[in-house]
């Protein structure tokens, strides 16, 4: 495991302020956004931190074009330099751009192992990335929506960390402006000097496209608001910390691998008569639910759950799922949680595969009924996550996260660091492009090992 001292390895070289570069080559960026029903339900929640590692043997000239590409991205994205307030005359916080508004860049130089630091699957001290992502400027009146931090290993390589407001965007949504940021670097680096990009990147951001007719914004609003007296409009976000002893984790499930699950689970429902012939099981066991599933099993064997009934939330993009469907840039929040729930002694049993999937099935069927069914409890519900014992997943195998090159190759990993306080699972796609997945958490070291343990064994006996 890491040196718990590798933090104090870290200087902090630069605190300094970009803004978007003058004269926007897109008219359609606006300058404020209305927050929707999806972004509102978020409004307290931790900043998602995330961290990207570059492997490059000459560190001498990135900052400079990391900065300028920087202030070229943002000329398509402002909203991400401008603020959230919490006017006394609006019923809901808004999210403004002011012109001379711009995002924190920290610059830092680290001494620490960037090889133990960077590597997919070594245990780390749950501190060893905190000095590594900067932190948001949240008031109770006010909070930054982005901020950012490069640190330098010298002759080694660099790091990105990014802290993101989640009340103004998903991971969908973030992981599409660092691709952007990343796509601009990338041909300033090549000298063609565009700012441009290509469709796929260009954030749409028309908020009439999320229909509200049950005014659930304005309920969640007014829920925050009352959490702790009456007119509470603080923007504070939640802060949470992982137990003591805790350390990170990253494990690889492979395509191969996810295939002999995928063909495990479906042998043991034929012989359960579980499988209607319909093949809708089949299309239902993506790679997600089985990662998930296989995940859920091994971590309610390791920290031996006592409870009767053991829960699972995860997240599912809407864009492709309101009707009428938005485009996929769509800029925000579109996200929607599914919660499954299993026996918990079926999920230490034989079958304890088989009963967690079917249990993640019965959850996504549940979206036929319409993705804002239930919608009314979301608020309350995340009050509940946050101080119950409910496991979530954070991210996405889709993301893309290893698609993001600024010039000097995919990244050579990238983390998911806030899971330490809000003790979600993280899932993303890997470096290697052969349609597995790494999956992310924090546990106290005893269960760590034990999870570990497991989970190997569990796949090596497929």
Known sequence: MANSNSNSLVKVVEVCRVAPNPGSPDSATPDSLPLTLFDLRWLRFAPVQRLYFYEISSTDSILPKLKASLSLTLQHFLPLAGNLTWPQDSLKPILCYAKGDSVSLTVAESAANFDHLSSKYDLLGVQDYHHLVPQLEVSHEQSAVMALQITVFPNQGFSIGTSMHHAVLDGKTSTSFLKSWAHICKHEELGSSSSLLPDELKPFYDRMVIQDLAELGALYSNQYQNMKGPNNRSLKVWNFQAPPESIRGTFKVCHAKIQKLRQYVMTRMVKKKQHDDSE??????????????????????????????????????????????????????????????????????????????????????SLDDGVLNGAENWVSRLCTVLSDRVISIAGSNRFGVYETDFGCGIPKKVDLVSIDRTGAISLSDTNDGDGGLDIGLVLQKHYMEVFASLFAKGLENL
């Open 280 to 365: 809708s099981s089949v299309l239902r066991l993506s790679t997600f639910s089985l990662a998930c599933a296989y995940t859920w099993v091994c971590l309610v064997k390791a920290q031996e759950a006592k409870e009767d009934k053991t829960r699972l939330i995860f997240p599912v993009d809407c864009r492709s799922r309101l009707d009428p469907p938005i485009p996929a840039t769509y800029f925000g929040n579109c996200i929607a949680g599914r919660l499954a729930i299993a026996e918990t002694k079926g999920l230490l049993g034989e079958d304890g595969l088989v009963v967690a999937v079917s249990a993640i099935i019965e959850a996504i069927k």
